[in-house]
């Protein structure tokens, strides 16, 4: 057999590095299979990480692999290696807050939102806990969104699995056990590239125009008049920030009121003396930064063309007051004739309306309202809310508590009653007039489930800004709905003013893995070694005797006095 | 920490056959070259096994337990006495004493084994983070395999080349290897009809595999005395 083997070795080789060739190509394969076997995998949507003017926000670091925990701890516990799971339902919000602003260390932050309640009924009563809930999320999130948070936060939603894995965590912190007990604990994992900085974020701003009718004698210019919604948001968790009411329900009442009048425009007879401009700006939370460039890219022929314009801003959840938001003292002829336009129509409608002054400061880089950008350029405009005084920066910009569930939409239906008879009194010239263009049950009355079905949609699609692409579906829809009604729709693309910058990874996948501690393994090791030995003693006594395992150990020492 | 768990886990399944070899005095007479041959063997065995369950079992979509289906298992399985068969009488081993002789093939079977069923699980589930009880069940499988293996070699040797055999033995030797041959079928039946825990199943595998150990020892030494 060996004389055998000598006489093939010049084949041999080529046979031995094929085989050695196969066996490295196995090993290869089976370290690349992957080990992606989690007890639970969960869709988690990371806090936003923006700068402002260089100033970091937000949380830092989007990597997380460290044990979990739950609330309460014992004061003074070193949390620096483990995840915080908190369920928002009851929160401890000083707690956090003592945590954020003192700057102590998290492994990690974990923040259980409650259930989505998709099946709820329109129209049901909330509860009082909803109201609790929502204010609970508004003071989370402005929380979260102005520190700086050197550890990955991380939002998802309850479920039973992670409820299981919470309560079980809950148990092995309540008898005391260290998360490196032998029992082990609960391991969060989110493999994740470091995040990277959104280069060039684009805002995408969309317009569609109704032109009026010109007369024959006419040679001027027809006046125009614009409807303006901001539609993008900004909130803690980009991937969650659907903003239903800031600000799904203006752009809804927009497309609604566009629809409603390119009905009226269609027909040469009801065609109206003015020119209709429906705008659907982005950048909102970003001091309406598109807003801005969508008014300097006019001519100053068209700017001058404006008679007014109205900007809707989130109108989904009033009741019966809303304001008119102005920049001009309301004493000012022309935004008298606005207001009283709307405020005659509410008056009809059974509902009040109200009117805020507030000037403008120009030095002062915030832009609270949008029409303050119209106003900046000495348009005349109105901004049409529920909300009663200016909000803060990046604060009512459809967040984590701006949901479907949040909304009314009765109070949108009203909205569009109220901006399109005004509209067209306005336009038809029938001011103070008892006149119901838009009745209901007629041909051009407003479609409630139009308004639901634009709201579903915008209600399950974040639309933060940077993080939509120039050819994102929404941007695409909103596009061709706008120019299912209007003409000449024009989109046009702009880059974020450059004091802002974003972070991309907004949703990453949490592991969650059991697992055995160090400690374990080392006990498992011990037992083995025990077992194996006595195994080995007992094999030898069976088969050869005790004097060969007594040899066994002498053997070493008798070589060396043979050696000598 | 895993890698730490998975050779672990790779002691618990691997070591008891090393140790085996290195006690008992296989090591002395140098008889791998007879367990490697018996581990190929068993290779081929494999493959002749997995196409008879292929050609005659109809994969079951629900957990459930078939008489029919298992009887057919358990005389595929009887493919396994063949192949001990052919290793035990027809290869031409170097001239050792049929004592070692089935120790060397029952070791070198159950390591093939072993390796085949056991390594890539280990491989692949027991390097992840989460932690389970499932390798190191599966590592005291392998020992109460290895145990069953040299069982059936032990007595394989004594009905087929051991001639000079009290009379009234041989039907215990051939119910004891039927029972042993029986035995993956056995633990199957309990684990989905009966439905018992991994952890009751392997302690009622090391138990049994014991208990077939000690008869067949006694078996063993009663055909060695003179009659």
Known sequence: ?564 | MTVFHFFNCAILTFGPHAVYYSATPLSEYDTIGTSVKAAAVYLGTALVKLVCLATFLNVSENDCFDPYQELLKVLINFIDVAGLYFALTQLTHRNISQTHKFQAVGLGWAFADSVLHRLVPLWVGARGLEFTWEYIYQGLEANANLVLNLSLAALGSLMWLRKNKPRTLIPIIYACAGVLTTMPSITSYLRRAMGWQTSKLVGFELFSSLMMAFISWQLFSACQRPA
């Open chain 1, 1 to 564: 057999m060996a004389g055998r083997r000598r006489g093939g070795i010049g084949g041999g080789v080529e046979v031995l590095d094929s085989i050695y060739s196969v066996v490295a190509l196995v090993f290869i394969l089976v370290a690349c299979v992957e080990l992606g076997d989690a007890a639970t995998a969960v869709d988690v949507y990371r806090l936003i990480q923006y700068d402002i003017a260089g100033v970091p926000y937000g949380s830092r670091v989007a990597g997380l692999n460290h044990h979990a925990g739950a609330s309460p701890f014992a004061p003074g516990a070193d949390l620096s290696r483990t995840v915080v799971m908190m369920p928002v339902r009851e929160l401890n919000l000083t707690f956090l807050r003592e945590y954020i602003i003192s700057n102590q260390p998290l492994g990690g932050l974990l923040l259980l939102l409650p259930k989505k309640v998709s099946n709820r009924i329109v129209g049901e009563v909330k509860s009082k806990d909803d109201g609790l809930m929502r204010n609970i999320l508004v003071e989370l999130e402005q929380l979260l969104i102005q520190a700086n948070i050197p550890y990955p936060v991380y939002f998802a939603f309850e479920d039973d699995m992670i409820n299981a894995v919470l309560a079980d965590v809950r148990k092995s912190d309540a008898t005391g056990q260290p998360p490196m007990a032998t029992t082990g604990g609960y391991k969060l994992v989110v493999s994740i590239p470091e995040p990277k900085r959104v280069s060039s974020p684009t805002i995408t701003n969309i317009q569609g125009w109704l032109p009026g009718l010109k007369g024959d004698g006419d040679t001027n210019q027809l006046p125009t008049i614009a409807v303006v919604a901001s539609y993008d948001t900004f909130g803690a968790a980009p991937a969650l920030s659907v903003g239903s009411d800031s600000n799904g329900s203006g752009v809804v009442a927009l497309l609604e009121i566009a629809r409603l009048f390119s009905r009226l425009y269609s027909n040469p007879k009801t065609r109206g003396r003015y020119n209709l401009l429906f705008g659907l700006t982005s950048g909102g939370p970003y001091n309406y930064n598109g807003t801005l460039k969508w008014l300097r890219s006019f001519d100053q022929r068209l700017r001058e063309s404006i008679d007014y314009a109205i900007c809707l801003n989130s109108i989904g959840s009033w009741k019966n007051q809303l304001w008119i938001h102005v920049s001009k003292p309301p004493e000012n002829a022309y935004i008298k004739q606005v207001h009283e336009g709307l405020s005659d129509v509410a008056n009809e409608l059974g509902v009040t309306i109200g009117i805020k002054h507030k000037k403008i400061n120009i030095s002062n880089p915030r832009v609270a309202w949008e029409h303050e950008q119209f106003s900046r350029l000495r348009i005349t405009a109105v901004t049409l809310s529920e909300l009663s005084a200016a909000p803060e920066l990046l604060e009512s910009t459809g967040g984590l508590h701006d949901t479907r569930d949040s909304l009314d939409e009765a109070a949108i239906y009203r909205t569009i009653r109220l901006v399109a008879e005004s509209l067209a009194r306005h336009i038809y010239g029938h001011q103070g007039r008892n006149i119901q263009i838009f009745a209901d049950n007629s041909s051009l009355a407003v479609n409630p489930s139009y308004i639901s079905a634009w709201l579903d949609l915008l209600s399950r699609t974040p639309r933060v800004a940077p993080f939509l692409s120039k050819t994102d579906p929404i941007i695409s829809a909103l596009k061709k709905e706008l120019s299912d009604h209007t003409v000449e729709v024009h989109v046009q693309h702009e880059t974020i003013d450059g004091m802002f910058s974003f972070y991309d990874s907004t949703r990453a996948t949490l592991n969650i893995y059991q697992v055995a501690s160090v400690a374990f393994d080392l006990l498992l090791l011990l037992a083995l070694g025990a077992y194996l030995i006595l195994l080995f003693s007992f094999l030898v006594l069976t088969t050869r005797g005790l004097d060969d395992l007594i040899n066994l150990f002498r053997r070493p020492p008798s070589r060396k006095v043979k050696a000598a």
